[in-house]
């Protein structure tokens, strides 16, 4: 797959398949995510893998409820907004994101990375993100979140028996398969106007209107 349509194209994909996703693709996924750089090359970083059907069962038991808590309080008034205004894009996130909880325990594979001594989370993010841009290159759709983070760490170390006494911390909950929908560059706004030049606010000289990448055909 060529680089940059792995880059424009690999977006948050919730909607996917029970099918179970090959084990030469988690082990392509887990491969490319050890060769992200981390701080003083420390790698300080393990991951899970969470393909059981019980244990995916379970864990997505905890993705409904932390996902609940969330609804009822960090996105309650956005999401109520969003629906007083109709603003569709941020309805359709609702929706998708709402899905991916009603199918947490049916998504084929879960991808959990934990790390210690990364408070600021750049050493483990960009592994999580190359196992997610591998995953794209075969097909699997992925999702990076942070809730079961946030709102059930202690029930996953649980879950998952993962040590509570060594510094270990949940920082991402990927959920992996292939999608129900279809690919695509998401929309976003245009570059120029999320940056600037050589000061905060100074405007780059340069306009982006469009994907500099577009799929061939």
Not at 5 to 20: G, H, S
Not at 87 to 112: K, N, T
Not at 148 to 176: I, M
């Amino acid at each position: 797959m060529d680089l940059y349509e792995a880059l424009y194209t690999t977006r948050a994909m919730r909607r996917v398949r029970p099918d179970p996703v090959p084990t030469e693709v988690i082990r392509s996924m887990l491969d490319a995510a050890i060769r992200a750089p981390s701080g003083g090359n420390s790698q300080n970083w393990r991951f899970v893998v969470v393909t059981d059907p019980d244990m995916r069962r379970r864990l997505g038991e905890l993705y409904r409820e932390a996902f609940a808590i969330l609804r009822e309080t960090v996105y309650k008034d956005l999401w109520e907004r969003a629906r007083q205004v109709g603003d569709e894009a941020s309805l359709r996130v609702q929706r998708s994101s709402q899905w991916l909880a009603e199918h947490a325990g049916d998504v084929p594979l879960w991808l959990l990375a934990f790390s210690r001594n990364d408070p600021s989370g750049a050493s483990i993010y960009p592994a999580v993100w190359s196992a997610m841009l591998a995953a794209r290159g075969h097909g699997v759709g992925t999702c990076l979140t942070t809730i079961l983070a946030h709102f059930k760490s202690a029930d996953v170390f649980e879950l998952l028996g993962v040590p509570d006494d060594r510094g270990w911390v949940l920082n991402a909950a990927v959920s992996a398969g292939y999608p129900l929908g279809r690919w695509g560059i998401a929309a976003r706004k245009p570059v120029h106007r999320v940056t600037y030049q050589d000061r905060w606010g100074e405007p780059v000289p340069w306009e982006v209107n469009e994907p500099l990448y577009r799929p061939s055909g």
